[in-house]
């Protein structure tokens, strides 16, 4: 339990703190060096990122919305498969629910992978 507290909290906590100070120190030496090509390379980046969030955003919301679909349409198809289960061996509908299915968990897993692309 040490070692997950360790692993899992403080070690990134130091190493956030350690990146701060060292982005600190690096800004300062690029202010000191040109405050104004530090400021247009802040801008320039910061212009960038906004961007970056703006369009960003609009596929994540739209990722949402089919993540949140999907899994309650799989969780329809399952259910519907498991409560009709001897109808569906009765009636060897087993191919159509495995479909539907398929065409869920690849909707949902392509929609998750967009959105871990976009978080980096």
Known sequence: QVQAITAGVMLPLLQ???GI??????V???????SFIT??????????????SLVIRKHLKKNAQIIASAQAE???SVQEGLGGIRDVIINDTQ???????TELDLRLQRANAMNALAAG
């Open 16 to 18: 956030s703190i350690s």
């Open 21 to 26: 100070i060292i982005g600190v120190f690096i």
């Open 28 to 34: 300062a030496a690029l202010f000191a060096l040109s």
């Open 39 to 52: 400021f247009v390379i802040f801008a320039g980046l910061g212009a960038v990122y906004l961007a970056m």
């Open 74 to 76: 799989g969780i329809r």
């Open 95 to 101: 191919p159509y629910f495995l479909l539907r299915y």
